[in-house]
């Protein structure tokens, strides 16, 4: 019976897979640093090395300009608009407003929703304050998911998220109220001024209908809860 001849390898003739390779240098670099989506979306490509400050700042200037472009109404209250005018408030041809639009982020609606609860639970008793903060956060975030389901229901096509970030921005002039409330600010000055704020929040807020694919003849059915949603916030401000 004849013998298999066996070739014996030394391990130092095999190929390093790691050769002219730093030993410090990652295997997939471009796995570590690729752009990072989502809240992120303003981030460097590497986040790792970046100081506190640097994301505190970008995430600042992330809110911002989400609060410029959901705050500015696409139309003004002359009249009342029509089905025409918020379906097609979406489309004016800003490319840049609809992006900021399309990407969502809750940094902003939690802030606006921490500041209006805090300031309301400020004008409550003192037996009151933690009911009160719990009971306007909880009605915060749960109108406003009632309010987009609304509008999945009556056809939209927009996110679910997306959507209550857009909502949670227009509660900056609701927190304004609130601001006032928490001052002690006379009655005769709040009034006008609430009234102001709710139509702007409602401005704002029938604005992201132009977007959201909600059916035509379905429009004043999406926007009566979002009505209701700022004008009850309004009157607790108003009777905090």
């Known amino acids: 019976m004849s013998s298999i001849p066996m070739t014996v390898m030394d391990i130092n003739e095999l190929d390093d897979p790691l050769d002219d390779v730093s030993a410090t240098a990652p295997l997939n670099p471009s796995s570590l640093t690729s752009a990072i989506p989502g809240e992120d979306r303003r981030a460097p490509l590497n986040t790792l090395d970046e100081s506190v400050w640097d994301t505190l700042s970008r ?3 992330a809110v ?5 472009a959901v705050l500015y109404p696409k139309f003004t209250f002359r009249r009342w608009p029509d089905a025409n005018d918020v379906l097609g408030s979406h489309g004016g041809g800003d490319s840049s407003r609809s992006m900021v ?3 969502w982020d809750l ?3 939690l802030l606006f929703c921490l500041a209006l609860s805090t300031l309301l639970s400020v004008c409550a008793a003192d037996k009151q304050k933690t009911q009160v903060f719990a009971g306007v956060f909880s009605m915060v975030w749960v109108g406003e998911a009632v309010i987009t389901s609304q509008i999945k229901l009556l056809g939209g096509n927009i996110s679910f998220f997306q959507s209550v ?3 949670g921005y227009t509660l900056f ?3 304004v109220c609130a601001l006032l409330s928490a ?3 006379h009655a005769v000055v709040r009034v006008p001024v609430y009234s102001i704020c709710f139509l702007w ?3 704002a807020g029938v604005s992201i209908l132009g977007g959201s694919g909600v059916v035509r003849n379905r429009v004043a059915l999406a926007v009566f809860p979002m009505a209701i949603f700022y004008f009850g916030l309004v009157c607790l401000c108003l009777i905090s």
Do not use: N, Q, R, Y
Request: charge should be neutral; glycine fraction near 8%; proline fraction near 8%.
């Open 59 to 61: 995430d600042v200037l």
């Open 64 to 68: 911002w300009t989400k609060m410029k």
């Open 101 to 103: 639009l399309g990407e």
């Open 107 to 109: 940094w902003g609606p």
């Open 165 to 167: 970030s857009i909502i």
């Open 173 to 175: 002039p609701v927190v």
């Open 183 to 185: 001052f002690h600010v």
């Open 201 to 203: 929040s409602l401005a």
